[in-house]
């Protein structure tokens, strides 16, 4: 059983409101339904609204900010979020046999996941190489440093599998 991990909002009600005897632990709360279902439907709501192409986050950016900022704001939102994503998933102690299976399959799903920033490919390329070679330096340098990623199939459901854009599309001035 994986843990799911504590919110914001399931801290407060666990400090503030809940009995604490009576509150489940976080390996467990799947199996009190109520609970799960808050729990999955806040992370549901918390995707939606990031500052990314046609999400909610992403409509309000675009009207707040314009097209040309949107562009910006989301792809620096996307890129941090695939580097938190994927920080420790290649990690120096998993040894030479994993790791020369797991660093062209991680590249690779860089590489797909920032497709849809709009650059060439060799640009894509770069990029992901680069994520992946500052995600590794910071791995090496402070070893307990970890993402969360479960968080990777995030940015490939945003942009790489079902071709969502990071960017906003352009509306018509009146």
């Known amino acids: 059983m994986y843990p799911l991990g504590k919110n914001l909002l399931f801290l407060f009600f666990e400090k503030y409101v809940a009995d604490p005897a009576r509150v489940p632990n976080i390996h467990e709360i799947i199996h009190y339904p109520f609970l799960f279902a808050g729990f999955l439907s ?15 986050g992403g409509h309000v950016l675009y009207g707040l900010v314009g097209h040309a900022w949107h562009k910006r704001i989301a792809a ?40 849809g920033l709009g650059l060439s490919n060799r ?14 330096i ?18 490939l459901l945003l942009d790489g599998l079902l071709a969502f854009n990071i960017r906003h599309p352009k509306t018509k001035s009146h």
């Open 42 to 56: 806040l992370i549901f709501t918390s995707i939606n609204l990031f500052p990314i192409g046609q999400l909610d």
């Open 138 to 155: 910071i791995v090496t340098v402070f070893p307990a440093a970890r993402g969360i990623q479960a968080g990777c199939f995030l940015p």
């Open 123 to 136: 640009d894509t390329w770069m990029y992901a190489l680069a994520l992946f070679a500052t995600q590794y």
């Open 76 to 115: 620096v939102v996307f890129l941090a979020f695939l580097f938190y994503a994927g920080l420790g998933f290649v990690h120096p102690k998993d040894g030479m046999d994993v790791l020369l299976y797991k660093i062209p399959l991680f590249i690779g799903f860089l590489y797909l996941a920032m497709r």
